[in-house]
């Protein structure tokens, strides 16, 4: 395929990387910042630059903030041709998949969402690689009218690019999963760093420091852009974690040292659980 695409940051970046090492498709880069494109360029991570002409385009990958993915397609839609496929990497499907759907459609192009669940510290262009999503989890978000074919391009996609594990599910489900699995993850991160020890840190941190706030580095606009899109599903794990979190400071709170063992116990048998539903899942 002649593949497009839009927004070479972390993510978009590494999938043109990624593209070129592991396939035979034909990858046109564009990107806001010309110094960009042309570092693409010299890195062989695409075979030329967007010339604003649709024509030969098979697959439009939008690597874009949501709302500038949205905007993008939009003001695009009239230029791009009928019958291209288009999809998007972002955190979020749900109502913004559907709005990104009716475009697409309105304009006789198909549209199907995927999200790739790799990422690092520090995002842009000079953080990508083509190896970000070997053995990755990828999300394809189908809707119910969403042909099989389409679902085998990205799915037959995103292997080829190194995806470990494929999940097919719907829109509205993988916000309500995300919400739990990356975006609640997030908040915690960032609330974490909050203390004012952070800054006396320095020897007394270890592993268990350094995975709580790897993520608090995350740029605040997208990830405000992604909260605030998914916000009920959001704010009901975020309401449930706080709740859970009470019972660890009221324990403590009490001197309540059998309270407080039960409540670790709990949480080691549900994650143990979780780690041995997961050995008997399949890849």
């Known amino acids: 395929m002649k593949i497009l695409v839009v927004g070479l940051g972390l993510i978009g970046g590494s999938m043109c990387k990624a593209m070129k090492k592991y396939t035979y498709h034909t990858i046109v880069g564009s990107d806001l910042n010309r110094d960009i494109e042309y570092a693409a360029l010299r890195d062989v991570a695409i075979d030329e630059t967007f010339s604003g002409s ?9 690597a874009l903030f949501p709302e500038a993915a949205e905007r993008f397609l939009r003001e695009n839609a009239e230029k791009i041709g009928e019958g291209t496929l288009i999809t998007d990497v972002c955190g979020i499907k749900g109502e913004f998949s559907k709005r990104m759907k009716k475009i697409s459609e309105d304009h006789g192009m198909r549209y199907l969402g995927i999200h790739p669940m790799a990422g690092k510290e520090f995002g842009g262009y000079y953080n990508s690689s083509a190896d970000l999503f070997q053995k990755a989890n990828f999300i394809v978000a189908p809707f119910e009218d969403s042909t099989q074919e389409d679902i085998e391009t990205l799915k037959r996609l995103s292997t080829e690019i190194g995806a470990g594990k494929i999940v097919i599910t719907s829109p509205e489900n ?4 995300i919400a739990y699995t990356s975006q609640l993850a997030h908040i915690v991160s960032s609330a974490y760093v909050k203390s004012p020890e952070l800054g006396l ?7 268990s420091f350094q995975d709580m ?38 324990a403590l709170r009490d ?15 549900l994650k143990e659980d979780n780690l041995r539903h997961r050995v008997g899942q399949p890849n």
């Open 174 to 177: 993988h916000d309500k999963m």
């Open 213 to 250: 706030t790897r993520i608090a580095t995350m740029n605040e606009k997208m990830w405000t852009d992604l909260f605030m899109q998914n916000r009920e599903h959001l704010q009901y794990e975020l309401e449930l974690l706080i709740a859970n979190l009470n019972k660890y400071a009221d």
């Open 255 to 269: 001197s309540d040292a059998e309270k407080m063992r039960a409540l670790i116990a709990e949480g080691r048998e």
């Open 54 to 62: 649709f024509e030969g385009i098979e697959l439009v990958i939008i």
């Open 201 to 207: 840190e320095c020897g007394f941190s270890g592993g």
